[in-house]
Nanobody
Framework: VQLQASGGGLVQAGGSLRLSCAAS????????MGWFRQCPGKEREFVAA????????DYADSVKGRFTISKDSAKNTVYLQMNSLKPEDTAVYYC????????????????WGQGTLVTVSS
């Protein structure tokens, strides 16, 4: 599966952005989908995940209550709605697809998008 992330940009603290991740192929619902982020010099960290059916979601503690992951199977697209953004949310955001039932680590995902940069100014 090929993934194309979009929607990043520059936003002021307290603002919102919605990231999109479009997946190719007709096997979209076979994968758990996740969002990760990475800052220069730091490890890639888990942000959110949604299971195959879309019925279960999980979030990193740092984004819980501010970010929402969702999926539109008809469009083969996963979204990450980010509200109340903080400067510490600045990172390159990656979407990923994995064959496991669920995973919150990069090792659980075999397919990655190219990343989209989110910059939150104070």
């Amino acid at each position: 599966v090929q993934l194309q992330a979009s929607g990043g940009g520059l936003v002021q603290a307290g603002g919102s952005l919605r990231l999109s991740c479009a997946a190719s192929g007709r096997t979209f619902n076979r994968y758990v989908m996740g969002w990760f982020r990475q800052c220069p010099g730091k490890e890639r960290e888990f942000v959110a995940a949604i299971n195959r059916s879309g019925g279960t979601t999980d979030y990193a503690d740092s984004v819980k209550g501010r970010f929402t992951i969702s999926k539109d199977s008809a469009k083969n697209t996963v979204y990450l709605q980010m509200n109340s953004l903080k400067p510490e949310d600045t990172a390159v955001y990656y979407c990923a697809a994995g064959s496991a039932i669920y995973s919150n680590t990069p090792l659980g995902y075999a397919y990655w998008g190219q990343g989209t940069l989110v910059t939150v100014s104070s």
